[in-house]
T-cell receptor, first 114, second 112 residues
Framework: KQEVTQIPAALSVPEGENLVLNCSFTDSAIYNLQWFRQDPGKGLTSLLLIQSSQREQTSGRLNASLDKSSGRSTLYIAASQPGDSATYLCAVRLVSGGYNKLIFGAGTRLAVHP | IAGITQAPTSQILAAGRRMTLRCTQDMRHNAMYWYRQDLGLGLRLIHYSNTAGTTGKGEVPDGYSVSRANTDDFPLTLASAVPSQTSVYFC???????????FGQGTRLTVV
């Protein structure tokens, strides 16, 4: 059974720091991996999608890497800002026959203080 | 603005009542999903649909049903609500079953 773990569960940093959020998964047979952001009481906003054949994706100050063989992904946030405060979720997509689903980690709750 | 619309935003429902949560997307995505999010349990898949006319069960389908009569709409029905169905429900869609997923803003449901 695929399990997705995110470490740390919570993180509090001063503004300007570079951050690394970690995501690990137990089954390397994933199709892709997606990082989301969730603000309190809101829906999920897609940040980055990495296909299983890719090593990394970048969007602005965000960089996500994927090492499928070791079952790990990291989300790097450069020069953090208070507006980055949110919960960050990673999800892996599994495909088996006609069935597919996203399996989510529990998230990392990030607080960036001025 | 293109996206996913869920209704209602929140609802308090008496146990035993029937309730349909609505989800509409205007991106012409083929695949749609319903998740519930609970503290400590994260997001869990309830039902999914890879294309109009087909549906499938996710991790926690009991007590829920879905239909996919057309591409845009994917309603989730609770036939007889129970307190354990108190949760935040998210609808999502993707162009295919394998591409980037987009989420709605959620429906906060409280069953009393």
């Amino acid at each position: 059974k695929q399990e997705v773990t995110q470490i740390p569960a919570a993180l509090s940093v001063p503004e300007g720091e570079n951050l690394v959020l970690n995501c690990s998964f137990t089954d390397s047979a994933i199709y892709n991996l997606q990082w989301f952001r969730q603000d309190p009481g809101k829906g999920l906003t897609s940040l980055l999608l990495i296909q299983s054949s890719q090593r990394e994706q970048t969007s602005g100050r965000l960089n996500a890497s994927l090492d499928k063989s070791s079952g790990r992904s990291t989300l790097y946030i450069a020069a953090s800002q208070p507006g980055d405060s949110a919960t960050y979720l990673c999800a892996v997509r599994l495909v088996s026959g006609g069935y597919n689903k996203l399996i989510f980690g529990a998230g990392t709750r990030l607080a960036v203080h001025p | 603005i293109a996206g996913i619309t869920q209704a209602p935003t929140s609802q308090i429902l008496a146990a035993g009542r029937r309730m349909t949560l609505r989800c509409t997307q205007d991106m012409r995505h083929n695949a749609m999903y319903w998740y519930r999010q609970d503290l400590g349990l994260g997001l869990r898949l309830i039902h999914y649909s890879n294309t109009a006319g087909t549906t499938g069960k996710g991790e926690v389908p009991d007590g829920y049903s879905v239909s996919r009569a057309n591409t845009d709409d994917f309603p989730l029905t609770l036939a007889s609500a129970v307190p354990s169905q108190t949760s935040v429900y998210f609808c999502a869609s993707s162009d295919s079953s394998l591409t980037e997923a987009f989420f709605g803003q959620g429906t906060r449901l409280t069953v009393v």
